[in-house]
């Protein structure tokens, strides 16, 4: 009896002791992994220095990716070491571990079959998520939906379309992606003046707008290079068609198109250089429908 006393107490007091050295590394490991998490989540003081027309890093963005890398990397870390432990609490109460791993090897087939396309999407998250090939806030197309990114997961990946309605993409289905707001963004400007313009002072002119826009605020922070005049595009017997771009901030090529056009709009109306006369509306058609006293149509001449 004295014996069996004996081999309980150990095997209780090794059990303790395997728990123990399981509870204390798994919390030094998940400890470690936040700490690295909210070292990279913490700014860079280089970033603040960043000049114009660097590219600058979304905290939201790296702070959800961090974030969704360091939970999979303690769940991880939790997993191995808790079943490690398990695994050593039930030798040490006389479990066979042959029969049990192989009844467990079956399971985990058989889920893993069924679960197919959920550890897909969790792959394909993890994939992104490391890639970075997006992030939040970021304006992207998967094929079947675009917009804006508001959550990334291991699972979904969550988009705000263009008129307001919110996608959730599941992560395995996404087969291509393009970012629309990586590196830089384009915009293009067409001008169309009379086919007799001069084309030198089309270009003096296009560079001095181009010019004042840099220098204003905030387009001094959108532009990322001078504006560009590319060059006549087309021409007709009445008109002709140059082409004006310039590269601004990702996502903000709209933006500056629709300013860069005004401001096109007002100096060619400075400079005289109108395609056309404006078209005359047909009479009454300024002043409404025409009333009982109106005065009538002018006869056709016979």
């Known amino acids: 009896m004295s014996d069996n006393w004996e081999s309980w107490l150990a095997a209780g007091l090794r059990i303790l002791l395997i728990m123990a050295i399981a509870m204390t590394t798994r919390w030094v490991v998940r400890r470690a992994v936040t700490r690295l998490i909210a070292r990279l989540n913490r700014e860079d003081p280089e970033n603040r220095r960043l000049g114009r027309g660097a590219l600058r890093q979304n905290s939201e963005r790296r702070r959800q990716r961090s974030e969704a890398i360091g939970s999979v990397l303690r769940s991880a870390a939790s997993m191995l070491i808790l079943g490690t432990a398990g695994l050593m609490v039930l030798s040490e109460l006389g479990v066979q571990l042959g029969p049990l791993m192989a009844s467990a090897g079956v399971a985990g087939v058989a889920i893993g079959f069924g679960a197919r396309s959920l550890v897909q999407d969790v792959l394909s998250g993890m994939f992104m998520l490391l890639e970075d090939q997006y992030g939040v806030g970021d304006s992207i197309d998967v094929g079947e939906a675009t917009g804006t990114v508001l959550e990334i997961g291991l699972r979904v990946t969550t988009l705000r379309g263009a008129s307001g309605e919110v996608w959730y993409v599941r992560n395995g289905e996404i087969k291509r992606v393009g970012n629309l707001s990586q590196g830089w963004s384009t915009a293009l400007v067409d001008v169309e003046v009379p086919a007799d313009a001069d084309v030198e002072g089309l270009r003096k002119l296009i560079a001095e707008v181009g010019v004042g826009l840099s220098r ?30 310039a590269k601004t901030q990702p996502g903000r090529a709209t933006d500056v198109e629709r300013e860069l056009r005004w401001r096109l709009k007002r100096a060619l109306d400075a400079a005289g250089l109108v395609n056309s006369e404006p078209v005359p509306l047909p009479l009454g058609a300024q002043g409404g429908p025409r009333g009982p006293g109106a005065p009538a149509e002018p006869a056709a001449a016979e």
């Open 216 to 245: 204003a605020e905030p387009w001094h922070e959108l532009l990322w290079e001078p504006v560009e005049y590319l060059g006549v595009e087309s021409v007709s017997a009445e008109s002709m068609l140059v082409k004006v771009t």
